[in-house]
Each structure stands twice: as C-alpha cells, then as structure tokens.
C-alpha cells in the first residue's frame, strides 16, 4: 500500500540553525500539507501546496517557514532559524484532491531545538 | 474562524462498556474524518465522513455526522484494551486544510 515517508525521523537543532524536513508524498497525490504537534497537544496547520505554490498558511507559517518540491518526489520543510519554540513533531500529508478526500499522514520528524 | 471542541478530553475505561466521544465544531462543513493516534506515532485514518447523517462502522467503533448539529460522534462498543489510544476528529476547511481538535486519551483497563 502507497505511503507517505519524512527523512530523518528525529533531528536535533541548536537554536538558530537551519533545518530542512523531508516528505515523499503518495506518487499520484497532488495535494501536499505540513502539520506540527507540540508534545501533547492538538495537530496544527502549517501549510498547504499545490500545483508549486502554497495555497494556504496559518499564522504559525511566518517569514522563517518555506516549503519547496524540488524535483517530482520530494517536498520539504525549511525553517531558516530555528527556536526553542519550533521543538514537535511535524507531518507531512497528501491528498488526490484538496477536498473530500483522505490526507494521508506521513510518520513524522520528531524536531528537538536546545 | 472554524473551531474543533472534543469531549471528554481523557477517558478511562473498562473493558466490555461503551462510551461516546463528541466532536462539536462551530461554522459549516460537512466533511468530517476521525484519526487515531499512538503515544509517538503518526495519525491513523479511522473515517471519513463526507455528508449529513453519514455513519460508519469498523469492528468495535462507529461513527457519525450530524451536519445541522456541527457534531460528529465516536461511539465505542465494548471497549478492549487495543483501543486505547488518543483519537482525534478533525473538520475540513476550506481549501482542503484540516482543523482539529484537542483530541481524546483514551485508556481501556481490564
């Protein structure tokens, strides 16, 4: 069955640094989405794509965040100087369509800023 | 601005009862899908709920959409220890983003 992968599983980051978060969605997906969850609380919205550029961002999405598809599989994640604060886990989802269809979640990339 | 309220937000169980869990949201959708998830695992699909009145079964869980309401329902039918978890539903916006909620523990104890 069709997944969607992230690369590396768990990353640790001193404060400041740039960090890049790696997905391969499900090869016929077109639609593709960053989620975080900080430790123990709700799956939030980072982010949606479609067709090379971002359809939608929340306020969490500022000037620090970027999303790219740099070639036909990838899609990543770039947070260009890291806080204490971006520390969760961050998935990655896919979805044929942008509506009524299933995303589906990638395992995740456990991010760690000391 | 679309909110997602659960409730309860923790729920202990024994084994062989039955609960609900309620997902209340505040503006129109009609597209709503339960995920569940493992202490530092990824979000499962449990369901999809696309219409008014859709319900779904799978084994021991059921699921529900009531659209006039803006309320979608867990129901768990006596409950095994598998089902522990923390489950979460999650209402679509516009634009296909997902909103959700606070999510629910849930710890079946025999």
């Known amino acids: 069955e069709p997944e969607v992968t992230q690369t590396p599983s768990h990353q640790v980051t001193q404060m400041g640094q740039e960090v890049i978060l790696r997905c391969v969605p499900i090869s016929n997906h077109l639609y593709f989405y960053w989620y975080r969850q900080i430790l123990g609380q709700k799956v939030e919205f980072l982010v949606s794509f479609y067709n090379n550029e971002i359809s939608e961002k929340s306020e969490i999405f500022d000037d620090q965040f970027s999303v790219e598809r740099p070639d036909g599989s990838n899609f990543t994640l770039k947070i260009r100087s890291t806080k204490l604060e971006d520390s969760a886990m961050y998935f990655c989802?896919?979805?044929?369509?942008?509506?009524?269809?299933?995303?589906?979640f990638g395992p995740g990339t456990r991010l760690t800023v000391t | 601005e679309l909110k997602v309220e659960q409730n309860p937000l923790f729920l202990s169980m024994q084994e062989g009862k039955n609960y609900t869990i309620y997902c209340n949201y505040s503006?129109?959708?009609?597209?709503l899908y339960w995920y569940r998830q493992d202490p530092g695992k990824s979000l499962e699909s449990l369901f999809v709920l696309l219409s008014n009145g859709a319900v779904k079964q799978e084994g021991r869980l059921m699921a529900s959409l009531d659209t006039k309401a803006r309320l979608s329902t867990l129901h768990i039918t006596a409950a095994v220890h598998d089902l522990s978890a923390t489950y979460f539903c999650?209402?679509?916006?516009?634009?296909?983003?997902?909103?959700f909620g606070q999510g629910t523990e849930l710890s079946v104890k025999p």
């Open positions: 989802a896919s979805s044929e369509s942008a509506s009524s269809y299933e995303q589906y």
């Open positions: 999650a209402v679509e916006n516009q634009g296909g983003k997902l909103i």
């Open positions: 503006t129109t959708s009609d597209r």
